[in-house]
């Protein structure tokens, strides 16, 4: 494990938006090939097209017939595109949106095939990509289908780890998929994960609440009384260290979080707003509950800042350390907990 090159996939989102300039950005620190062997699933064309925009004269992609043919110490790249392939800086196309889609078939096929150790996704225009074949809100809704699992999106950053019990759905129904269920499920998945993921060995998990102040004993709801906190106390039973539900606004404004190895909260935008507000350029979006590593920039398309190089590649950068230090973190997991017993030699017995 200590001498084996992690390869990890790239795909390279939305070939009009930000996605390229990160990557390229990313890959001309020579410290990257140190940690693993970066895959670009792209084009040179793209490459050629975004590089000469930002002058970025003096990055180059080795291109190869295969990830199998990835070349240690360098950045390659796997052509996913033909050639008619049609760049438009800053503007979202059905074109772009079907490239998107291409990278990121080809990258969970490899990784399927263990062609690939994990991949970091680059950004996608959710609207684009819809097709008969990706016709989910996200990334993290995609790869669970394709690998399985219970799929958790989890934002996490050097300041604090936030995941959502109800992700990219309308707040119109986030009400309604509250449930003691979804919740115990998400903290079960949280606090694997934080063992396995993140080698933290006793996760204290903070759960926050769904209404305004916690409910107010009632006032301003029931689901704190009636849904959360019965979720919690059967989280406990099952060893999980939860605690709460704290109010969102009083929890984030005065630091508490800091007390806790993670946060669930109810709804995307009450724990993406406060996550972001905090560390935006260095946040890391995870997919935690597969059987495979991803991760991805916490940002997204960013269309306006498309050939001007100011797009900071900081997020993205985290996203590929972050998916190398998952990766090695479940296999020293899977090391320290296999059965040793298996191991004996019990044929003298």
Known sequence: MKDHKI???????????????????????????????????????????????????????????????????????????????????????PQAGEASLLSLKAAVKDLK???????????????????????????????RDEFGGEALMILVSEVVKVAVVTGHVPLSKVASLITEEAILSKLKTLNKSMLTDFAVRKPRIAVLSLNPHA???????????????????????????????????????????????????????????????????DGVNFTAGLPIVRTSPAHGTAYELVGKDQASESSFRQALYMACDIYKNREEYKELTKNPMKNIDTSNV
């Open 215 to 281: 409910g107010d004993e009632g006032v301003i709801g029931n689901e704190e009384t009636d849904i959360i906190i019965p979720a919690i106390e059967k989280a406990k039973q099952q060893g999980i260290m939860a605690f709460g539900p704290y109010a969102a606004d009083g929890f984030f404004g005065s630091d508490s979080f800091k007390k806790f190895d993670a946060v669930l909260a109810m709804y995307h935008d009450q724990g993406l707003a406060p996550f972001k507000a905090m560390v935006f350029e």
């Open 7 to 93: 390869r990890i996939g790239i795909t390279q989102g939305d070939i009009n938006g930000i996605s390229y300039e990160v990557i390229m950005k990313t890959l001309l620190d020579p410290r990257i090939y140190e940690t693993c062997t970066p895959i670009v699933y792209g084009s040179p064309k793209v490459v050629a097209y975004h590089r000469k925009a930002l002058n970025l004269g003096n990055f180059n992609l080795y291109s190869v017939r295969s990830a199998e043919e990835a070349v240690p110490k360098r950045a390659n790249l796997v052509n996913v595109l033909d050639d008619n392939v049609r760049v438009e800086l800053g503007k979202s196309t």
């Open 113 to 143: 095939e263990g062609k690939i150790d994990a991949i970091v996704t680059g950004p996608i225009n959710k609207h684009n990509i819809q097709s008969e074949e990706f016709h989910f809100p996200g990334h993290t809704e995609y790869l």
